[in-house]
């Protein structure tokens, strides 16, 4: 069974552009979570998409957003691109949904690096 | 503030040596992962946690969730070079909360 893949796999981007970051989740997979990771504050949560509907918002400002299709297949956009947005974005796909009581197993991808000149 | 707080943040070991990794919160929570991550990939789930004082071993991987739930540890025995990477761990608090993440213990074993 094929792996989650995003891309593209590196990006590099300048302030105020926007980007758009896809990811393809494990077949059959619903719920889709996508992580900012970076040195400094290592691996943060932006949001989880379970059945196209965002599920889970973590404390990001409004310029990080995403949808998912009704293949599962989820895209995340950042607008107004900062030079602190840089870092390497990773997508995890579950079976259902990723929270903390149902203990689901998340498979990552291996992330798209954006960086911001 | 980080609410967990993994330590060391970087550990260097020769190939053979034992060594354990920290977790470390003052919360509560009902389960803890460890993850591994290599350059250029994305984490892999190495083990959950979910009961106070539980103990799980993979291989030469020994992980262990603190009685109180607020802490674990991930000791490896005889360090390989394969072993090298990024060890995060990530706690899950209840209802649909998403995980929270350490930031990691580097750990590089030199052949």
């Known amino acids: 069974k094929a792996g989650v893949t995003q891309t593209p796999r590196y990006l590099i981007k300048t302030r105020g552009q926007q980007v758009t970051l896809s990811c393809s989740p494990i077949?059959?997979?619903?719920?889709v979570s996508w992580y900012q990771q970076t040195p400094g504050q290592g691996l943060q949560f932006l949001f989880e998409?379970?059945?196209?509907?965002?599920?889970n918002k973590g404390n990001f400002p409004g310029r990080f957003s995403g949808r998912q299709f009704s293949n599962s297949r989820s895209e995340m956009n950042v607008s107004t691109l900062e030079l602190g947005d840089s870092a390497l974005y990773l997508c995890?796909?579950?079976?259902?949904?990723?929270?903390?009581?149902?203990?689901?197993?998340?498979?990552f991808g291996p992330g798209t690096r954006l960086l911001v000149l | 503030t980080q609410l967990l707080e993994q330590s060391p943040q970087f550990l260097s070991i020769q190939e053979g040596e034992n060594l354990t990794v920290y977790c470390n919160s003052s919360?509560?929570?009902?389960?803890l992962q460890w993850y591994r991550q290599e350059p250029g990939e994305g984490p892999v789930l190495l083990v959950t946690?979910?009961?106070?004082?539980e103990v799980k071993k993979l291989k030469r991987l020994t992980f262990q969730f603190g009685d109180a739930r607020k802490d674990s540890s991930l000791h490896i025995t005889a360090a390989q070079p394969g072993d090298t990477g990024l060890y995060l761990c990530?706690?899950?608090?209840?209802?649909?909360?998403?995980?929270?993440f350490g930031k990691g213990t580097r750990l590089s074993v030199i052949a």
């Open positions: 077949s059959g997979h619903r719920s």
């Open positions: 998409y379970f059945s196209e509907t965002q599920r």
């Open positions: 990530a706690g899950a608090k209840s209802g649909n909360t998403p995980l929270v």
């Open positions: 946690v979910v009961t106070g004082g």
């Open positions: 995890a796909s579950s079976l259902g949904l990723a929270g903390a009581a149902s203990q689901e197993t998340q498979y």
């Open positions: 919360s509560v929570f009902s389960s």
